[in-house]
């Protein structure tokens, strides 16, 4: 943890930052880039592991970070002010677009400009693919877990579920901590 702590205040709008300005995909990315580059609230590890979390449960990753960065720092009134910082502006946002969008959706140019979207996004991803490469580049147990489930989600066009139900469980019983026996 740094030695500064964000206020509720802070967590709300640092939260908002992460979800306008990841509007279309990319929020990891986004997240870790203001929550620890820009802000300082975390270490890379730190939020690497509020990420790990995240995913392991249930729901959109990004909101679970939201929950875990605002209860790290203030417990629940903390998880719910980030929470209403990810979720308040861009849920308006977003019902505004789908109704242009529903109004609109058959001129070509705005399909065209999704499209531009869609690869930004791809590419927002893609950087925070390299980040957390980065992390673990030494960890041979890490690349191998990656460049499998990679494979098969790509290659082999497997499920997603049943490729997490058997790399989730492999993964966290390789990483599982164990007491070190002194000689």
Known sequence: ??????????????ML??????????????????????RRWMSNEQFLTGLTV??????????????????????LPGALVALAGMLLLPFSLLMGLGLA?????????????LAGVVAAAAGMALSMGFKI?????????????????????????QRLIPVVLIAGPLAMAWYWPRRRTNP
């Open 54 to 75: 995240a995913r392991l449960f249930p729901g959109p990753n990004q909101i679970n970070m939201a929950v875990y960065i605002g209860a790290e720092f203030h417990g």
């Open 1 to 14: 943890m740094t030695d500064r702590r964000p206020s509720l205040s802070e967590l709300f709008w640092g």
């Open 133 to 157: 490469l980065d992390q673990y580049w030494n960890d041979r147990v890490a690349l191998l877990l990656a460049v499998v489930v990679f494979l098969a989600l790509s290659l082999f066009d």
């Open 101 to 113: 969008y529903f109004h609109f959706h058959t001129i070509p140019s705005v399909d065209r400009v």
């Open 17 to 38: 930052q992460v979800a306008l300005s990841a509007f279309g995909g990319g929020l990891s990315a986004w997240s870790q880039r203001i929550v620890v580059e820009q």
